[in-house]
């Protein structure tokens, strides 16, 4: 699922269709109640792609595998993505942000 910074989602929204219907992984359940989605952004675009499985459904944890052709640095002998170029780093979609995992080290929380 691809999100860009004029995007805006609604985590119990996406809970009814992707993971109510699909799931009961104690995992999915509890990344739902925390909000934080496993996600990848691109630094010069600003893309935001949600993890996914090859199904469709919304990954639960950091997974290469649906992330566009150009975002890949290197494949594995069967042709699955083993690493990411430089421009893109690893965090967690919440409400209508991107957190990167510093920001979840040095969270900045409403007063």
């Not at 269709?17 to 109640?33: I, K, N, P, Q």
């Not at 290469?64 to 002998?77: F, G, M, Q, Y």
């Amino acid at each position: 699922m691809m999100l860009n910074r004029a995007t805006s989602l609604n985590t119990n929204a996406l809970a009814k269709s992707h993971f109510t219907r699909h799931s009961t992984d104690a995992e999915v359940a509890l990344a739902l109640t925390a909000g934080f989605l496993p996600a990848f952004r691109h630094d010069e675009s600003g893309e935001v792609r949600l993890c996914q499985l090859a199904d469709g459904r919304i990954a639960c944890l950091h997974l290469l595998d649906s992330l566009p052709e150009a975002w890949v640095a290197e494949r594995d002998h069967q042709g699955r993505p083993v690493a990411l170029i430089d421009k893109v780093r690893a965090g967690y979609w919440r409400g209508s942000e991107f957190w990167t995992l510093s920001d979840l080290v040095h969270p900045h929380l409403d007063s």
